[in-house]
């Protein structure tokens, strides 16, 4: 088992109520930041809502809270402000989604609530035609498909392991597989990709530094069927 760059770490929720920053703010507005609450998100999409004074389970989607504020009167409580508040500051996933670790910074980031395997932040994930450059060989490579397999499952053709290769021996085994092809065998005579060309390589995420946001001329339309092949 190998090393990994940057360990995972858990999302670490908060298990305390808290306030926000209120100045500024009045009535419901104001009550919704400066009272201590703990927002907690439900498997349904809704949120639990503890306050001092009682607990409550707001549906954002849906607009509703079972306190009385909003039962009684219909008004737009403080529970259901401070929920989009937490959403809109990324405090809590919103709704469809849940919260993760990137596999490679161990920074919390929001999924799918599908979403299964490792998972990458924003600051590490890639897309299909992504221009990408392997920290070994300082090679560019295009990103042809992203997998949720970790690098110690998934294999080559012969049987082995991506993480168990020794060039892969800095890299996290519980990583995602990024697989790429090397842009300077894959050129057309136009400068765009030859599909026809395509051989696939797969490596540990942290392994590809994405070159900011360059992308390959004519990669997406050439590169869309490898996606999920």
Known sequence: MTQARNPPASPNPAS??????????????????????????????????????????????GRTCTCPDHSIRGSRCKHLRRVAIEVTEGRVPPPGKRTSACAVCGRRTFVAVTEIGPQLCERHEVAVGDLVRDRETGRRLIVTRVTNRRADEATTDDGTTIAAYETNGDYGDHEPVIEAVYLDSVRG???????????RYGFPASRLRRLGSERVRGAQASLDAFAGA
Do not use: F, N, Q
Not at 192 to 197: L, Q, R
């Open 189 to 199: 005579l136009d400068g765009s990709v030859d599909a026809s060309e395509l051989k």
């Open 16 to 61: 305390a109520k808290t306030t926000l920053p209120s100045d500024g703010y009045t009535g419901r507005s104001r009550r919704a930041r400066a009272e201590p609450m703990l927002v907690r998100p439900l498997r349904d999409d809704r949120y639990v809502v503890e306050t001092d004074h009682g607990t409550y389970v707001v549906d954002l989607d």
